[in-house]
């Protein structure tokens, strides 16, 4: 099957739905985050490359995996971001739990007093953990700066992308923080009273 031989939409949609389930949704993620990133290029956006796209699927494909499994905590469960004081940067960073594998992702980011992404978002995999408080602890290892866990959005967002990399890989990003977490960067901000 050769999507890419087809002449009409209807007729990719029809060999997608022949697909496997998991391959199916990986598919349909990746056309929908190649559409999203075509149409942000269109209107004067950045162009992204491959591999920002690629993490962009791998993340999204990974949250619909983990909401089939019903295993993911829900976004009501976690509390807004709290911003360091002016002048001080603030380390996010946590671990994720996956029960069936025995595996995990850790993921950190460094932000500013007003959320902006600094420096050295970070994700990776974990192997042979016995539980949550143990992916949490790793994951703090990976950060010696950091002084205690904090919950936010960004951070799991990373995490889950990290539980979803091969065994020993991860990924670091310096100058921006990965596209799959920039609308949680700004979502999870306090809002500010004028």
Known sequence: MHMANQGAALDVMDLISYLQEEIKLKVVILLWCWSNVRNK???????YTTEELCSSVLYHSCQMTK????SSPSESKHGKWRPP???????????TFLQNSKSG???????DHKGAFMAAAAAGHLEFLSSALHAGSLACLKDLELQHLTCNVVADCLVSYGACLDVGNSSLWLDQAPEFV????SSDLPELVT
């Open 182 to 185: 920039i609308p949680h960067v």
């Open 41 to 47: 290029t269109n209107q004067g956006e950045r162009k």
């Open 67 to 70: 909401l089939k499994s019903a």
């Open 85 to 95: 004081r002016e002048g001080f940067y603030k380390i996010n960073c946590n671990g």
């Open 105 to 111: 992702g850790w993921g950190r980011i460094i932000r």
